[in-house]
């Protein structure tokens, strides 16, 4: 009673946070969709989408990606919002938007858990200002975890679970397997289950039509990963202990947002036993619910697996789906208190006191992930992610725009390109395009670029004069603006340098390249 009555007295204010919090952080992303500046990843799904006339293009153009269709497919139907990647940003804003929504209005954690996770790293930078696939996985996630007492009666919603998920990006694969271990075990191994399922008098169909869409869309997603199966170099020992501590630390910078030297042996075990510690605190405390171990534990596998043996991971958005993993688990472990096995001793770790270690190792974690994310987030409104969109106003700016360019490397000046909307010869692909064209390109030596530049002068023999667009490592990216390079059929004048990038990649360099007449 006296618990109640306090919980009374809070309540005003905590449903003033409940609405404020979420509110905020929708109002910031929707700043930082119109601020952020794309850099070239960003850049690269906007433009498959941008240049594809209708499916089949997508289709083509998304193929030598290594990604599934499902992300492109979303940007070219919110392309035409306005015609510029901004589209594609708003689009990313509501969908990371939706996903703290539905956090905040169906997950059992308490306020003080709700704000730091907000904020996050994940949720609050990587998953959000940054367009990337990555926001569709933390979406599915959280509507699974919310629609997770659904089971009782169908499993067509999470049978669209595991199906848009495959068709996501290989590391999601791991996260529907995770949904469908879960929900094939409790069919087995919980009577309870199966009763209040077959209730349903069209179960049978219901059955059926979940097995067939859940297959249809993973045998889709397969194929579209097939395409880039040459790409996909399996480890070649089965027993690395390196490698194996390097995927533990993939675990380690789930829960704490770092990850250990690699070339350092002793970096990797303490960190290996600093995860072994957050394991198992995080499994004693879910252990209580059946459900909610059997997907961390299949979630972790599958990850692990998959890290192992296919791909370690390049950064923290991918290590990032051993976190989403982490607060699912939590999120099912809580939400099913009713359900698990009865404890003398057990209590809501995140809403009653207790002497239990794990909330605050929870805590810290998160709390680590609130500066993180906070950080990258005013860093980002004081630091261009990419020089890409200055670059391309600058050209814009002098009415250059239409003037040829020569540009390299593809992988970085897709940045300018999206935002000039045209396409740039680029020598890897020994003519026109606006964006990295894997299966087609050649990587070229960078201090090769100008040996290119005269190839194309005498491919292109009434084309005088041009820019010359290079990134970050150019050979000649150490002249002065007004410095220039003279050689036998042309002479390299250096216009302007943009450096101002949060990524050193994404410096740009403009130069004009005038043919010499005799």
Same mark, same amino acid.
């Given at each position: ?25 929708? #109002? ?17 799904? +906007?433009?498959?989408? +941008? ?19 499902? +992300? ?178 993939? @675990? ?54 998959? *890290? ?86 600058? #050209? ?61 002068? *005498? ?56 043919? @010499?007449?005799?």
């Amino acid at each position: 009673m006296e618990l109640k009555r306090i919980q009374q007295i809070q309540l005003p204010e905590q449903s003033f946070y409940e609405i404020f919090l979420p509110t905020l952080f929708i #109002i910031i992303g929707l700043f930082g969709a119109f601020n952020h500046a794309l850099w070239r990843d960003e850049m690269q799904g +906007w433009l498959v989408a +941008w240049q594809s006339d209708d499916l089949i293009d997508l289709w083509k153009n998304n193929a030598p990606s290594g990604h599934p269709i499902l +992300w492109s497919l979303l940007i070219y139907f919110s392309k035409n919002i306005t015609g510029t990647p901004l589209s594609m940003q708003l689009m990313h804003w509501f969908l990371g938007s939706s996903a703290i929504f539905i956090f905040w209005r169906f997950s059992p954690f308490n306020l003080l858990t709700k704000a730091l996770f907000t904020f996050g790293y994940f949720p609050f930078w990587e998953y959000f200002f940054v367009c990337r696939h990555y926001v569709i996985a933390e979406l599915i996630i959280f509507i699974f975890c919310s629609i997770f007492h659904l089971r009782h009666q169908t499993y067509i919603p999470f049978a669209l679970c595991i199906g848009l998920l495959a068709n996501t990006q290989a590391l999601s694969w791991s996260l529907a397997f995770a949904i469908g271990v879960t929900l094939l075990l409790d069919w087995f191994l919980n009577p309870y289950q199966r009763r209040n399922y077959m209730k349903n008098k069209n179960w049978i169909f219901d059955l059926i039509s979940s097995i067939t869409i859940s297959f249809s869309l993973l045998c889709f997603g397969a194929f579209s990963l097939f395409q880039v199966r040459d790409s996909v170099k399996l480890l070649s020992s089965f027993i690395d202990i390196r490698h194996f501590l390097r995927v533990i630390g993939q @675990i380690f910078g789930g829960y704490m947002l770092i990850i250990p030297n690699s070339s350092r042996f002793f970096d990797l075990l303490l960190c290996a036993l600093i995860t072994l510690i957050l394991l198992i605190s995080t499994i004693t405390f879910i252990k209580s619910y059946r459900l909610a171990l059997i997907y961390f534990f299949s979630g972790i596998i599958f990850l692990f697996l998959f *890290n192992y043996f296919l791909f370690l991971g390049d950064g923290s958005r991918h290590y990032g789906y051993y976190f989403l993993l982490i607060i699912s688990s939590l999120w099912l472990a809580l939400s099913n208190q009713d359900q698990q096995l009865k404890s003398p001793n057990r209590q809501n770790l995140f809403t009653k006191g207790n002497l239990l270690y794990f909330p605050s190792l929870l805590t810290i974690c998160l709390t680590i992930h609130m500066v993180a994310g906070i950080h990258m987030v005013i860093n980002d409104f004081r630091l261009p992610y990419s020089s890409g969109r200055e670059t391309a106003k600058y #050209i814009q700016t002098n009415g250059w725009e239409d003037f040829p360019i020569f540009a390299t490397r593809d992988v970085e000046v897709a940045t300018v390109s999206g935002y000039l909307d045209r396409e740039f010869y680029l020598p890897e692909l020994s003519g026109f395009g606006s964006y990295a064209q894997w299966a087609n390109r050649v990587v070229l030596d960078r201090t090769k670029t100008l040996d290119e530049v005269e190839v194309y002068l *005498n491919k292109f023999s009434k084309v005088n004069k041009l820019l010359l667009l290079l990134s970050n490592r150019s050979s000649i990216k150490n002249l002065e603006p007004g410095e220039s390079l003279s050689f036998d059929k042309f002479r390299v004048i250096a216009d302007s340098k943009f450096e101002n990038s949060f990524h050193d990649s994404e410096m740009f360099y403009l130069y004009w390249v005038e043919r @010499i007449v005799d």
